[in-house]
């Protein structure tokens, strides 16, 4: 069915910005870039993440019950690069990175702005072709002042 112009313009209006979503278990990790992160508790602080399904990350975050986001800036070219390709399940996207690791055992990127360290409250499956994430920030640092990339009208897919 098609959609009428009109409605994806104004959806397309609703701003999404470029975070890294990680998480590790039993010695793997990964990571991948999404556009649609959204605050959606101030109090407790909670977001939702909306992630294409079959991610490499996913199963990690099943399977640990936690996650970090990382806010990637606007000119961080290396990083959009680097995640931007889905990562095969048996390599490590950090490798070549300098990486610290949250209090919830999650990689952080260093050269990211900020992040947000979670425990996944639950996830939720649609038919569509994200599934959805709700998770409880219990750690959030910043981490340098650039400039957040800011998007409108993208499929939040990549970078």
Not at 29 to 40: A, E, K
Not at 44 to 71: H, N, W, Y
Not at 80 to 98: N, V, W, Y
Not at 113 to 142: K, N, Q
């Amino acid at each position: 069915m098609s959609r009428p112009t009109s409605l994806i313009q104004a959806i397309e209006q609703i701003p999404s910005g470029l975070f890294l979503v990680t998480a590790a278990h039993e010695g793997r990790r990964s990571g991948v870039l999404t556009r649609w992160i959204q605050r959606c508790s101030n109090n407790p602080p909670m977001v939702t993440i909306a992630m294409p399904k079959g991610m490499p990350v996913e199963p990690l975050i099943r399977d640990s019950r936690c996650f970090a986001i990382c806010q990637i800036s606007a000119d961080d070219v290396l990083l959009q690069r680097k995640f931007a390709q889905i990562p095969d399940r048996g390599d490590d996207p950090f490798d070549s990175l300098t990486v610290d690791v949250a209090p919830s055992g999650a990689p952080i990127v260093k050269r990211a702005m900020s992040y947000l360290d979670c425990e996944l409250i639950t996830h939720l499956e649609f038919d569509s072709e994200f599934r959805l994430y709700i998770g409880l920030v219990h750690h959030a640092v910043l981490l340098s002042d650039a400039t957040p990339a800011i998007y409108y009208g993208e499929n939040g897919l990549s970078a």
